[in-house]
């Protein structure tokens, strides 16, 4: 039986390397564009490769998925972190998992991950043909042609697995080729958007506070414009402090235009469909203290402008949050930063203890071209997801970002592009 794997990204060489392990006698080929494999895992984790989650409890890791969830459950059952932890560890990668459940490998080079699979295609029967770009798709009375770029003859195939990627970070290879291959075949594609970007605001202070990372703080948006999931992105904990609203909790940081960070990049990801423009900016309220009640953090400010009623109502502050977002927490209240914290009235006491549970911004556009991720693809409803294999059209598979899955950052792409890649390498020998 001879297969050809159509993309060799993460879904495409654990397709094959599951198909060979499987089965040895299977003729296997990968057709990658690129004149190497796995050009965005190489550049994934900014080139330390985030394989994969710590997390171990299966529901949890679903859980990461805003689209796809339901559809993952299988193929995650089978190929679960911890078995993808194990599978790379057994190739001969020690891994590790840092604080915040990402694993990385104990190199920190993400090259060691592709190189797994380099070493098992040079000893097993796995051909891998680099600079091949594939064209066009048909089915055949028995299989497939596959048409290559600048090649005459197509290539004749009795099954693929479509693993061509999404359309974010285009320069990789992954241009979206392979929707319109699944639709040549009969498939539909969901509505495509960016998935995983950092956001621009219509507040240009926030260019003041560039660099500015601050650990944890939930972002919600506007509940009535976006129906969105609350997501938690480290902790179990159900949603934060000023519960009733949409959030995520996590680290953010300030860029010279707007947000970016884990929290953000959530949040980008579970309003991916939302228009944001400069008319219609989606409003967004970052609270400082999740964990904290208002009547918390208002009972700290009193404490510490009482204590200290002769410092600057800035510096006062700073002792509560970071000393560089503190002035502007003040200005964002209507309070003079430089005023001395004796002139600070109760009432002014609350209007900074709100603001710190919930500073307001405006997301006008996400940054552009820089998103991790499409989220949206192939429909799911037309995939088995015990197999892989199209219920559409018999003998060709599907897996990785092509498909309508997405996840959040840390390391749960990667996941689910292995976890599906292996099950539609094992089905496509096994069936
Ligand atoms: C900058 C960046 C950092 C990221 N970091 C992480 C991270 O740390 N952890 C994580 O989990 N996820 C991360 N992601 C997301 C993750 O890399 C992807 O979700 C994952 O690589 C998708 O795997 P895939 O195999 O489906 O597609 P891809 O890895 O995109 O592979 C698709 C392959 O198909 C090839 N191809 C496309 N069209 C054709 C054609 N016509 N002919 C032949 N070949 C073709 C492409 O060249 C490519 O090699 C990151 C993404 C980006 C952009």
Redesign the pocket.
């Known amino acids: 039986m001879k297969i050809a794997i ?7 060489v654990m397709a094959a390397a599951a198909a060979y392990e499987t089965d040895p006698s299977a003729e296997i080929l990968i ?4 004149d190497l ?5 190489l ?4 080139g ?5 989650t710590g997390l171990r409890d299966i529901r949890t890791v679903l859980s990461r998925y805003p689209r796809g969830d339901k559809f993952l459950t299988k193929a995650m059952h089978k190929f679960p972190p911890e078995a993808v932890y194990a599978w790379f560890e057994s190739h001969g990668v020690p891994l590790k998992i840092e604080k915040d459940m990402r694993v990385f490998p104990m190199s920190n080079n993400g090259e060691d991950v592709m190189n797994v699979f380099k070493n098992l295609f040079k000893t097993a029967g796995v051909r891998v043909m680099l600079k ?4 066009e798709v048909r089915k055949t009375k028995d299989g497939f042609a596959i048409s290559l770029k600048n090649q005459d003859s197509p290539l004749l195939v009795d099954k693929i697995i479509l ?4 359309q ?2 285009r320069q ?4 979206g ?2 929707y319109t ?1 699944a639709q040549s075949l009969g498939h539909a594609i969901t509505a495509l958007a960016p998935s995983l970007s950092a956001l621009f605001t219509q507040e240009k202070w926030v260019a003041d506070l560039a660099g500015v990372s601050v650990e944890n703080a939930a972002l919600h948006c506007h509940p009535e414009r976006n129906e969105v999931k609350s997501k938690d992105l480290y902790n179990q904990k159900g949603p934060s402090a000023s519960s009733g609203r949409q959030a995520v909790q996590g680290p953010f940081i300030f860029t010279h235009k707007g947000i970016s960070g884990p929290a953000v990049f959530a949040l980008s990801s579970l309003v991916a469909f939302e228009q944001l423009t400069p008319t219609n900016p989606l409003t967004i309220s970052i609270d400082f203290f999740p964990d904290r009640k208002l009547a918390e953090v208002l009972e700290g400010i009193w404490f510490h402008v009482t204590k200290y009623p002769k410092k600057s109502l800035g510096k006062v502050i700073g002792a509560m949050v970071l000393k560089s977002i503190a002035p502007r927490l003040c200005l964002a209240a209507g309070l003079n930063p430089d005023s001395i914290a004796a002139d600070c009235s109760k009432k002014n006491a609350e209007r900074l203890a709100q603001t710190m549970k919930g500073l307001v911004l405006h997301a006008v556009a996400r940054a552009a071209g820089d ?3 499409t989220a949206g693809g192939v429909d799911l409803k037309e995939v088995d997801p015990s197999t892989m294999q199209s219920k559409i059209c018999p003998g060709l598979y599907l ?4 498909l309508d899955i997405d ?1 959040f ?9 292995w976890a599906t ?1 292996r099950l539609a390498g094992e089905s496509a020998v096994s069936i």
């Open positions: 159509i993309g060799g990204g993460a879904a495409g057709l990658e564009r690129n494999l796995g050009k965005k895992v550049i994934s984790g900014g330390r490769c985030n394989l994969t091949k770009q594939v064209t693993t061509t990627g999404g974010a970070y990789t290879g992954s241009t080729d392979g291959f998103e991790f991720v897996a990785g970002e092509i996840g950052t840390g390391g749960f792409n990667l996941q689910s592009a890649g």
